[in-house]
Structures are given as C-alpha cells and as structure tokens.
C-alpha cells in the first residue's frame, strides 16, 4: 500500500488536473496504483483497520469501480482520490506499519 501510494504522489509530481485527465498511459497507471492500495486495504486485519479512522469501505469502493469493466471511469474521482485521499492513507498507513514495528518496503 504504502509503495503504490508513494508511487502515485511520484507519478503525479508537477501535474495538475488538466493534464492528468489528457494522459491516457497515467491515467491507467495511477488506477492500477489505487487497486493496489484498495487491495492492501482488504487484506488487512478488522484489528489494524479499526485502529485508524480512515474510510475503507470507500476506498473498497474506488478500487471496485477501477476493476470492473463494465463502469466508465471517472478520471476526476481518481484524480480527487490520488490527490486528495491517498497522501493521507499513505501516511495512516505508515503510522500502522510503525506500530506494529513493521518494515514499509514489505507491504506494497
């Protein structure tokens, strides 16, 4: 979780809106990024989701619109959730990992 979200805020560096929303390949990169996370987040224990106040079941809800073929996308949600939302369940995330005296670089 940890990795793709810091990947997305790397990936995003320098970019506005605007420009996200033109470049197709980013685009597709940073929803593949933010399944990952919505992954992570599903694998977790109820324990470690409970001790943050973060909103996982909309961040389950995000990932299930990005891996369904079926729904368009909306890009200015992704966009709004890789900007708005993932700098912040990075750094809850971290906080968990560094409770639990966990290594960051093993939790993707």
Do not use: Y
Not at 18 to 43: D, K, Y
Not at 52 to 78: F, N, Y
Request: aromatic share 4%.
């Amino acid at each position: 979780m940890l990795q793709s979200a810091a990947a997305v805020e790397k990936q995003l560096s320098g970019m506005d809106e605007a420009g996200f929303l033109r470049n197709e390949i980013l685009r597709e990169a940073v929803a593949h990024r933010i399944c990952a996370v919505g992954l992570g987040a599903s694998r977790l224990s109820s324990g470690a989701r409970a001790s943050t106040s973060l909103a996982w079941r909309e961040l389950a809800t995000i990932r299930g619109l990005l891996v369904r073929p079926d729904q368009s996308i909306d890009w200015k949600l992704v966009w709004r959730t890789a900007t708005r939302d993932l700098p912040e369940i990075r750094s809850r995330v971290g906080d968990l990992v560094s409770r639990a005296g966990g290594d960051s670089a093993a939790h993707p």
